[in-house]
Structures are given as C-alpha cells and as structure tokens.
C-alpha cells in the first residue's frame, strides 16, 4: 500500500472536479497561503481568512492517504477532471503513480499545479497549470528563497512537450506591481501569446507588509496584460462564490481538523 503525500480531498459536485492537497515544497515562499490555512481556500469557513491578518504559522498536516485510501475515496464521485495541488505534487513520488492509477481507473482528466522547478513527469498529465512567481531573478529569489532559471527553462520544455498549459501569477501592490507582472506577461508573449493567462490578487499569508490589491488595480492589471495575450483572465478579490463543493477528506462530522466541509468554488473574471 504505496503512501502518497496527499491529505486533503475536496470535491464540487457542479464542475465533478475532485482537488488532492499534497504537502512538501522546495520553494519558501514569503506569500505562501499554506502558512496562513493548510485547507482548501475555497472552503465557506474560511473565506473570511482572506482578509485576516495573519496570527501564526498554520500547524502541518499529520494524516497522509495511501494510494488504495484515495482511490477508494474518488470511487464514489462522478468525475470529469482531478486536480493536483496544495503545495508541490511532482515532489511526491507518489505523483505518477496516482496520476496513472486515475487516469487508468476514473477516465478522467490530471491537472497538475506546479511552481515549475522541477520538471515533471508528464506521462498522464493532461493540463498543467504553471506558477510563475517573477521574471526579475532578485525577486525571485527574495520571494521563493530559490534562482527562477531552472522555473523559465522547464517552462518552455513544457510547452513544447504539447501539453495544455495555464499559466498563473500573483499580483502584490508594491512588490510584484504591475511593472514585474507587464515581465512575467512578456516572458508568455515570447513563448506564446494565445497561452492563458490568470492573474490572481495576494491575500494576506506569512509576515509581509504587504496589502492586498483593490478590484480596480486587478482589472487594469489584467487589461495591461490584454495587450500583449489574448486569452487573459483575472479574480477580482471580491467575487460571489458560485460552485459548491464538499470535503471528501476530512470527511465532514468526522473526528478530524476540519469539521464544516460545504464551500463554495470561485468565479473567474474573462477580461
Ligand atoms: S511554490 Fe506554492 S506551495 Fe510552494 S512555497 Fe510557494 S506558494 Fe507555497
């Protein structure tokens, strides 16, 4: 019974998209959200934690699942799409593994998220959907603790393997400004500009002084974008929640961290 670094399940019945929270990075990021909440941001109880300030460092997670446990678990939902996320899959050795079994098993498609800086196993990968943190390599490394040369390299090795890719950065007033994001959306347009982009607004996690974005400097953000990609998407930080969706693991009434499991999934804004 191989053991996977995976210890959160969430599920929205609408979209029949399942997400496993795998634990482990080789980034240190300043911004990360794990050191604010290990759970599904998404999750109802937890939207206020966004605008929060953060108290202390989220406690690790203790309870990990076996590939048997999680694909008993997936057994009983409808599924169109399996998403690979929380902090870095591809650092699980268990990663292939499951996204084989999946694949094998549930049809259905494997979503991997990743910072980029190892270069994954692609075999049953479908989507990738790819964090580029900064263009500027000081920055970079002030915000992750590591060089981006290798993230940039394993980029277009990406891309040029065939696989969809979606590519996401963090828009932080003051630090990664508009000006670093006009980088990070250069660096696309150099690969590909019909590439989908999203950009996704900071929310208070770790240490930092940093204030999240207003709607309004998210949009123009995105529109500055618009000029250069033509499939660009942004979160404005204030939208309805739209999906619902549950948790499958901790089951809700179990004894276990997370006791409510109804949430909700986001909106995004086409720009
Ligand atoms: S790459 Fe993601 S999971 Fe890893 S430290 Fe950065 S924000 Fe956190």
Not at 30 to 37: D, F, I, M, N
């Amino acid at each position: 019974m191989m053991n996977t670094q995976v210890f959160h399940i969430g599920y929205c019945p609408e979209l029949k998209e399942a997400t496993l929270h795998y634990w482990g990075c080789n980034f240190k990021c300043r911004g990360c959200s794990c050191q604010k909440l290990i759970w599904d941001w998404m999750l109802e109880e937890f939207l206020d934690a966004r605008d929060a300030e953060p108290l202390e460092i989220a406690d690790a997670p203790h309870r990990f699942l076996s590939i048997s446990e999680i694909s008993a678990a997936l057994e009983k939902l409808e599924l169109r799409r399996v998403l690979h996320m929380g902090q870095e899959a591809i650092l699980d050795p268990a990663y292939p593994v499951l996204a084989e079994m999946i694949h094998r098993r549930f049809g259905c498609k494997n979503v991997l998220l990743t910072n980029g800086y190892e270069m994954p196993d692609l075999r049953h990968t479908d989507k990738v959907e790819f964090g580029i943190k900064a263009i500027t390599n000081g920055l970079h490394r002030h915000y992750t603790g590591k060089s981006n040369k290798r993230v940039l390299r394993n980029f277009k090795e990406i891309y040029n393997s065939g696989v969809e890719m979606v590519i996401e950065s963090v828009f932080i007033p003051g630090y990664i400004d508009v000006a670093e994001t006009e980088r990070i959306v250069d660096f696309i347009a150099g690969v590909d500009k019909k590439l989908t982009y999203v950009l996704l607004p900071y929310f208070k996690a770790g240490n930092n002084p940093w204030r999240r974005p207003t709607p309004a400097e998210m949009e123009m953000a995105a529109n500055i974008a618009r000029k250069k990609l033509t499939n660009v998407y942004f979160f404005r930080g204030d939208e309805d929640l739209q999906y619902k969706v549950i948790s499958i693991f901790p089951e809700a009434g179990s004894n276990t961290e997370l006791e409510i499991s109804e949430t909700h999934c986001g909106v995004l804004n086409p720009v």
